[in-house]
Nanobody, 126 residues
Framework: QVQLVESGGGLVQAGGSLRLSCEAS????????MGWFRQAPGKQRDFVAA????????RYADSVKGRVTISGDNAKKTVYLQMNSLKPEDTAVYYC???????????????????WGHGTQVTVSS
């Protein structure tokens, strides 16, 4: 099993920045990609960004491109999400996810991920 623990959420004013972190533990050897999703009240869980180590690449949702940077450490199975120029519409619970097994590429849909964290709240005030 794999456990994911997110940290770094909080309350920030519009235009501000936050850095989310996610650390995987347990049987992490099979993880080839990690990503971030977010879910606002009453809405579906949306893709934000992902990083893959097979091959090495990143992907961003159009809604955050240019404002968000994902980075990670394959050896530590840790991923970070640096969010700048935050907007009130970025308010949501942010979930870390990990994809493991024999797959590859950069998954961007929830069913492509095997493991999920409990989420961390990000609130952007106007």
């Amino acid at each position: 099993q794999v456990q994911l623990v997110e940290s770094g959420g909080g309350l920030v004013q519009a235009g501000g920045s936050l850095r989310l972190s996610c650390e995987a533990s347990g049987r992490t050897f099979s993880i080839y990609a990690m990503g971030w999703f977010r879910q606002a009240p009453g809405k579906q869980r949306d893709f934000v960004a992902a990083i893959s180590w097979n091959p090495g690449s990143v992907r961003y949702a159009d809604s955050v491109k240019g404002r968000v940077t994902i980075s990670g450490d394959n050896a530590k199975k840790t991923v970070y999400l640096q969010m700048n120029s935050l907007k009130p519409e970025d308010t949501a619970v942010y979930y870390c996810a990990a994809a493991g097994g024999l797959g590859g590429g950069i998954p961007q849909y929830p069913p492509e991920y095997n493991y999920w964290g409990h989420g961390t709240q990000v609130t952007v005030s106007s």
